[in-house]
């Protein structure tokens, strides 16, 4: 409706380039500029070939979103960028373009939380999050359970990776397996030709007395050694590594121990909703997966659709529309890009 906000989102935490345009729950325009492909090479992301990229992507990246939702930044309500968690070069991009673009026009700023847009991004699709709800954010960086009581104002930590994040997990055991980076796509494609129960690989934080101190927390850094283990004893002996047997076992044991503790918290928490986002979340046998376990437990899963897991700047401009629309007060023009931000602040 053209009373709801328009509102632009600017992403550059890592290495997307991300401009969205949304009016209330509805996205207009979600532009976005990649430079994994100067990252392959490296094996990861480096974090000064990251901030180079941004610098020269962000102003097509910001007039292609705009065109594309046939707007101007005269017609924006308000501007909302990623402050943190992230790299801090990067993010700096990102920061000091919002707030040029904001000057400009006049219009209000909003620094918000990267992880905190990977949740909100769900309402473009979905409608708005029901409140509480549980979120699991997986990611390359993150691999956190967090309670949403009210996403304007602040959720609550529950579990967090102890080591490994998911994603980095993958990346590692992909270049184990001599496949290209980033290594959740190529992992996910092998393993649909493989069998998940081909090897018995270890699931981290779930024996009795883990569960005890880390019964929401994760631990991937193990399966990871496992799996370089098993790789290296079968190259000992000489024999062929079976690439989509070893994904598909890795890939289950990820997505098992994911699964099963965000599902463990949402009935811990008397939650019917489980919110499923970041990076990870694209991959296909932890979408089957969470759907068929949660309707035993009658909790409904919301999973944005792939192009929206991994960073972009709809997630970013979703949760500027939701604070906007919550009443909060947006940012002092001196806001800073902050690279450890907590997940407690959703915006500063």
């Known amino acids: 409706m053209a009373d709801e906000p328009l509102i632009l989102g600017i992403e550059t935490s890592c290495d997307e380039t991300g401009v969205g345009v949304v009016r209330g729950h509805t ?8 430079s994994v492909d100067q990252h392959a090479r490296f094996g990861g992301v480096v974090p000064e070939v990251a901030s180079r990229a941004h610098l020269e992507a962000i102003v097509p990246t910001m007039r292609r979103a705009l065109t594309e939702a046939g707007v101007t930044l005269a017609d924006i309500d308000a501007i909302a960028v990623t402050a943190g968690p992230g790299l801090a070069g990067a993010l700096l991009v990102g920061v000091a373009a919002a707030k040029g673009y904001a000057v400009a026009a006049e219009k209000p700023v909003y620094g918000v939380n990267h992880l ?20 699991l954010l997986v990611s390359g960086g993150h691999s956190s359970l967090l309670l949403v009581d009210d996403l304007a ?24 397996l001599g496949l290209p980076f980033p290594g959740g796509p190529y992992i996910d494609r ?16 779930t024996a009795a ?12 850094s193990g399966l990871k050694t ?5 790789v290296e004893a079968r190259q000992r002996a000489g024999e062929p590594v079976p690439v989509p047997d070893v994904a598909a076992s890795f890939q289950e044991a990820v997505c098992d121990v994911l699964v099963n503790k965000a599902l463990d918290a949402c009935r811990g ?17 932890l979408r089957a997966m969470a759907e068929q376990r949660a309707a035993r437990h009658g909790i409904r899963v919301r999973v944005p659709r792939p192009g929206l897991c991994t960073d972009n700047g709809a997630m970013v401009a979703a ?26 602040t959703v915006s500063v």
Do not use: C, Y
Not at 226 to 230: I, L, S
């Open 116 to 135: 905190a847009a990977h949740v909100a991004v769900d309402t473009l699709e979905h409608g708005p999050l029901p409140e509480p709800a549980i979120a």
């Open 319 to 344: 949760l500027g529309s939701h604070l906007v629309a919550s009443g909060v007060a947006p940012s002092r023009l001196d806001l800073p890009a902050d690279s450890a931000m907590p997940l407690t």
């Open 153 to 176: 104002r602040g959720v609550t930590p529950l579990g967090a990776t102890i080591d490994d994040a998911a994603g980095e997990a993958f990346d590692k055991v992909a270049r184990l």
């Open 209 to 220: 007395k883990d569960l005890v101190t880390h019964r929401h927390d994760f631990s991937f």
């Open 269 to 285: 928490q008397g939650v019917e909703t489980l919110v499923i986002g970041g990076g990870v979340a694209a991959n296909s046998r």
């Open 27 to 34: 996205l207009l325009a979600d532009a976005l500029a990649s």
């Open 226 to 230: 496992a799996v370089a283990r098993w």
């Open 190 to 205: 092998e393993a649909r030709a493989g069998d998940p129960a081909a090897i018995a690989f270890p699931r981290g934080l």
